[in-house]
């Protein structure tokens, strides 16, 4: 048997002053789509914003319904938005803003394991990384590289035979 060590280094922000004036930037948008969402089930908002290697910024925020839980979380609105609209252009950057109504949240929501996997298919398209910031309305700021380290043994079409 063997066994292996699999984890990854998080960076952790008291406050966003660290963060690069882009990185603020889509973190202000990821909040003001998250304050947008509809969540009337849940009560649990979020919002992304995309950064895209021309430049633009696509937002999105979970969509719920009656047929609960048959919505759409934040990220993927955003990253299929993305897809749609820019395809073959990178993403640069993903931005996530959760929060909820119900109680504060002392540390930020990392993606759920849909999302995880929509955003590592992007991430192997183009070949790079997608750095991705974490937040909460109060507290620390999470910053991972990529979505490999936190979906380290992700299903990719290479399970699929000859692509």
Partial sequence: MKKKQIGFELQIFEDGS???????KLLQQADTARLNAYAPYSNFK????VLMENGEVVI????????YPAGL????????????????????CLA????????????PA????????????????QTTSIPILLKAP?????????????????????FLGDS
Wanted: glycine share 10%; with cysteine; net charge negative.
């Fill in 46 to 49: 979020v919002g992304a914003a």
């Fill in 60 to 67: 999105g925020n979970n969509q719920e319904n009656a047929a």
């Fill in 96 to 107: 996530i803003s959760a929060g909820s109504d119900g109680h504060a949240l002392s540390e």
């Fill in 18 to 24: 660290e963060l690069s004036q882009m990185e603020q």
């Fill in 73 to 92: 979380c934040a990220e993927r609105v955003a990253i299929f938005q993305a897809g749609a609209r820019f395809p073959g252009v990178a993403i640069k």
């Fill in 138 to 158: 109060k507290g620390p700021i999470y910053k991972c590289p990529s979505m490999k380290d936190i979906l380290p043994l992700a299903f990719n079409s290479s």
């Fill in 110 to 125: 990392a993606p759920c394991g849909n999302c995880r996997q929509s955003i590592i298919e992007y991430e192997q398209k």
